[in-house]
């Protein structure tokens, strides 16, 4: 089973549209869960961490179940910018800032 | 706001030859990460460093890599005899701290590696 695994996507969608992506991460050890961003061969981009209780930053809201091994990103009044891959990212308790990454799901966001 | 910054953006090297990949963490942070990207798949943890020795290592991350921080401001990831399959983007990232919070990683714009 895959540490983190995502739907690849693409994911199609209009300008203005709301969008949810899921991860799912296999080890229960995990501590610490990050959404980041990342355009065409560029770098990841750290969108925003994922707490227990959920947390909002604008249009972007995450949740965290634990009890599934589940996180979510959900983003609303998509933009033109907004298109990128978006990569579910773990860090294992001990692990030494150990970053787990999934392989992303792609968003492209038309007009 | 401060960054994460790499030096080359871009090397090509021919197989066999030594290469030296460096990175400027970000001023106040104590946490040096590699992590390559090879073309069209994930990112991948390569090495970790804190406090002048590494502190967690891949299987990826076999002898001929090695890591050192050689003044206050530059982390260097070094690759003795390049392979083909070696041909990846590598990223430099820092943390701030260990602890919850001060985990998150700022990842520098990477260096494109071609391996010939």
């Known amino acids: 089973r895959k540490e983190v695994e995502q739907d690849p996507g693409p994911f199609n969608v209009p300008e203005g549209a709301t969008v949810a992506f899921n991860c799912t991460y296999s080890n229960s050890a995990s501590q610490s869960f990050f959404w980041y961003r990342q355009d065409c061969r560029k770098e990841p981009k750290l969108l925003m961490s994922v707490y227990s209780s959920g947390n909002e930053d604008g249009r972007f809201t995450a949740q965290l179940n634990r009890a599934s091994q589940y996180i979510s990103l959900l983003i609303r009044d998509s933009k033109l910018s907004d298109s990128a891959t978006y990569l579910c990212v773990v860090n294992l308790e001990g692990g030494y800032n150990k970053l787990i990454f999934g392989a992303g799901t792609r968003l492209a966001v038309h007009p | 706001e401060p960054e994460v910054t790499q030096t080359p953006s871009h090397q090509v090297t021919q197989m066999g030859q030594e290469v030296i990949l460096r990175c400027v963490p970000i001023s106040n942070h104590l946490y040096f990460y590699w992590y390559r990207q090879i073309l069209g798949q994930k990112v991948e943890f390569l090495v970790s460093?804190?406090?002048?020795?590494?502190?967690?290592k891949s299987e990826i991350f076999d002898d001929q890599f090695s890591v050192e921080r050689p003044d206050g401001s530059n982390f260097t990831l070094k690759i003795r005899s390049t392979k083909l399959e070696d041909s990846a983007m590598y990223f430099c990232?820092?943390?701030?701290?260990?602890?919850?919070?001060?985990?998150?990683?700022?990842f520098g714009p990477g260096t494109r590696l071609t391996v010939t």
């Open positions: 460093f804190y406090n002048n020795e590494i502190s967690e």
């Open positions: 990232a820092s943390s701030e701290d260990g602890t919850r919070g001060g985990d998150e990683q700022y």
